[in-house]
């Protein structure tokens, strides 16, 4: 009767056991799927955040590619330049910086510039002066040779030593593809003031 009484005790000992070892895996097991699926769902929300922030930026750029392009098809903004430059104390090289500044509101630009064909600085909002060498910058000889506005990449330069890009856009008074642009003008934009706070905010 005894050694019944201490065999059952035996077995209900290792039936426990054998339960809290069930138990235990399961709630590994368990722990692990979820872990499992909760790595995937973050996986999943990085990647759409990724591919919105990299929409928005292509759209950023578009949207500056394209103010430019409206810019430079105004043929009485690209008459008025030319004639600003020949009499730069007229009223309309007065007329010129009120229309520079109205874009520096409207697009954010921490400064605009135009430049005369020889690289001299005509006109600055933030009073730069000076002379760019146009034939040394590759963006500015790709703008003129295709025509079209172009985006450089983010730098720092001697003139604008933060992070920035420069919104190039050529003027043209002809149409045909090897004349001399009138003037270039470039928009020059603070990353830190209109790119960064972009990238930062959540989607």
């Not at 292509?58 to 008459?79: I, Q, S, T």
Request: glycine share 4%; hydrophobic share 45%.
């Amino acid at each position: 009767m005894l050694l019944a009484i201490s065999l059952d005790k035996k077995i209900s000992r290792l039936l426990l056991v054998m339960l809290l070892v069930t138990l235990g895996w399961g709630s590994w097991a368990f722990y692990k799927n979820q872990m499992q699926e909760l790595r995937q769902q973050v996986e999943e929300e990085l990647t759409t955040i990724s591919t919105l922030k990299a929409r928005q930026i292509e759209g950023w750029r578009k949207e500056r590619l394209a103010d430019a392009a409206v810019l430079m098809d105004n043929p009485f903004w690209v008459a008025e330049v030319k004639q600003g430059l020949i009499q730069p104390k007229s009223i309309v090289s007065k007329q010129i910086m009120a229309r520079l500044y109205s874009l520096h509101q409207r697009y954010g630009c921490y400064d605009v510039l135009l430049i005369k064909p020889d690289g001299q600085i005509a006109f600055s909002l933030q009073k730069r002066t000076g002379r760019i060498n146009i034939k040394l910058d590759n963006n500015i000889q790709q703008a003129i040779a295709w025509h079209q506005p172009v985006l450089s990449d983010i730098h720092l330069d001697s003139l604008y030593p933060f992070p920035h890009v420069n919104l190039i856009g050529p003027l043209f008074a002809e149409t045909a593809e090897n004349s001399s642009p009138v003037a270039v003008v470039i928009f020059v934009m603070d990353m830190r003031q209109s790119f960064y706070p972009m990238l930062q905010a959540w989607p």
